[in-house]
């Protein structure tokens, strides 16, 4: 049976740049929502929510983890049980108007970036934190473009306004220039740095003070004198938004009526779940002020999962276009959204339950892989704990354990009534380097371990270079690639040397070229007889691969077709300058010929092959490389050395800000000129210099170092 109706679900994610606070924010959630008794700091090796021993050590989040509590709004809550503590109220009682919040706390590093993009796509609703001091920062814009992405509604939660330099307004400026007109403040603080004392409801025009040890005492009181002439002006602000989006409210707004908060309300959440607003609340988490609103707003205003529109698939049979709605009598559908490895238990695999229920010891379809599994044990998880369950339903997440050859993206449905969700795509990895096990002992260890990380995160890769047989590793950054070799050590007990970072260059055609391929072999009985003539053409960057066949009349029979592609796409793999990958051209298949009886598979694979290297080598290829976007916090005073700097490391100025006394500088820079930067960058500025970079676009190398690059291949 279910114990909260779906109605009172909110799956939400916590997002943000790295260190904005979003660890901290989801600690006071759980110590208020009751799950945790003792507020783990992030700052000390404590949060919960960041459980891995590197996560500790470093203070940052690594791997998103889940967690689940329940909340019951501030207002409805008073209603409900008076002067009384919560902890007299019946149990029952309670659970009528709970609400039940499953919450993802997220990475906020670029090397990370697939934990955020998995989790978004599963989600109904996120809450952005941003610095109160900094604004909006390099990746606060990557992630919420990957929100608007998956179109997911979202809270924005101005945090750290106790620190010296915060701004309330200054924030929500940065919000509205750099990611949403629509962006709506509910809040406006009380005093601001060292005298931030709470906050003032611009709905109910009350004043919301934090007292006691972990600002659990709330007292809600008149606005204070000389605060109420600025909360009316942001109120009308707030209103003038608001009423925009509905007739009825208009009219009521227009004629000077007095609009009660239930109605507000009821019209500010139908906007945000259709993306039309986005509240913007604020606070200090650390100082504990500011959450518990903001709880109250993710009931108020994000959705639950019925209040979106229904899961499209594809029936993998006809591939027609299939729904399926949030409810526990539809078939059973989920998507596979994180792979992990726990080392008491095996695999764990983590699912969102979009329709019907699925009990323990059911049969699943996983419609990728096309395979029937059973499920054994179904676990709620909390960060790094588990919880036994028997059944889910429809807006669950949980996780499957010891499932075999499931992937980060698969579907998992009712066996009888299969559907194909769509997909997460993920970035391609910009960094390699080599690793080799130290001893003979751990090479076995090494691949092993290897392949289970692979399994679990979609952006490291791994491949073996076909003229040494050496193992060489791919990822999103010198970041994530530490992190991997530090938990093959950990986490595997696998000792292992690295080579220097590489970067991963690319290689791309630039006009069209035809060329033929031909493999005849005589060696006395059966032969081997594959001729093609294969086109290639550029496309746009970004584009990808693309496979034509246009093979008329069958002078090529259509069971050999496969076997071409699979050639041209390993020939493809090599490239034909510096042994780099072939990227965004279309290859046509458009003549050819055969023999009916030395004709194979192999032989039209191996003719594939020659004319795609042939026909690339005259298409005029170049070589490309990453180009990263990097932003540069330094003080004044650092600032023409900074840019000299960039400027001999082949850097792009694209602008140029100015943040309270500190510059901010936003450059495109080739990732093959950054190794070392971050060492620099604090020598250059005595320790006060920070940046990020993530990776942004492939791009031509110049021609005198891309001659360098192809050489040093040889």
Sequence with gaps: MRSYPIERYRNIGIIAHIDAGKTTVTERVLFYTGISHKIGEVHEGQAIMDWMEQERERGITITSAATTCFWIPIEERTKLIGDKSFKEVDPEEKKKIEYRINIIDTPGHIDFTAEVQRSLRVLDGAVVVFDGVAGVEAQSETVWHQADRFKVPRICFINKLDRLGASFEKSLESIWERLSPNAIALQIPIGIESNFEGVIDLITMKAWKFEGEHGEKITIEEIPEN??????????KMLDKIAAEDHNLLEKYLEGKEISSEEIRSVLRKSVIEYKLVPVLCGSALKNKGIQPLLDAVIYYLPSPVDLPPIEGTDPKTGESISRKPEDDEPFSALAFKIATDPFVGSLTYFRVYSGHLKSGDFVFDTNTHEKLRIGRIVRM?????????????????????????????????????????????????????????TKADQEKLATALKKLAEEDPTFRIKTDEETGETIISGMGELHLEIIVDRLKREFKVEANVGRPQVAYKETITTTAEAEGKYIRQSGGRGQYGHVWLRVEPKERGE?????????????????????????????????????????????????????????????????????????????????????????TIPQEYFGDVI???????????????????????????????????????????????????????????????????????
């Design 544 to 632: 990808g691969y693309e496979f034509k066949d246009e093979i008329k009349g069958g002078i090529i029979p259509k069971e050999f077709i496969p076997a071409v592609e699979k050639g041209v796409k390993e020939a493809m793999e090599r490239g034909v300058l510096a042994g780099y990958p072939l990227v965004d051209m279309k290859v046509t298949l458009y003549d050819g010929s055969f023999h009916e009886v030395d004709s194979s598979d192999a032989a039209f694979k191996i003719a594939g092959s020659i004319a795609l290297q042939e026909a690339s080598k005259r298409a005029k290829p170049i070589l490309l490389e990453p180009i990263m976007k990097l932003e540069v």
């Design 382 to 438: 909390h960060a790094n704990h588990r919880e036994e369950i028997d059944e889910v339903f429809a807006g669950d997440l949980a996780a499957a354990v010891g499932i075999k050859n499931v992937s980060t993206g698969d579907t998992l449905c009712d066996v009888n009534h299969p559907i194909v969700l769509e997909q997460i795509t993920f970035p391609e990895p910009v960094i390699s380097i080599r690793i080799e096990p130290k």
């Design 644 to 714: 000299g700097d960039l400027n001999s490391r082949r850097g792009k100025i694209l602008e140029t800000l100015d943040r309270t006394n500190m510059k901010v500088l936003r450059v495109y820079v080739p990732l093959a000129e950054m190794f070392g930067y971050a060492t620099s960058l604090r020598s250059m500025t005595q320790g006060r210099g920070v940046f990020t970079m993530e990776f942004d676009h492939y791009e031509k190398v110049p021609e005198t170092i891309a001659q360098e690059i192809i050489e040093g291949r040889k």
């Design 227 to 236: 605060l109420k002439e600025k909360a009316q002006e942001w109120r009308n």
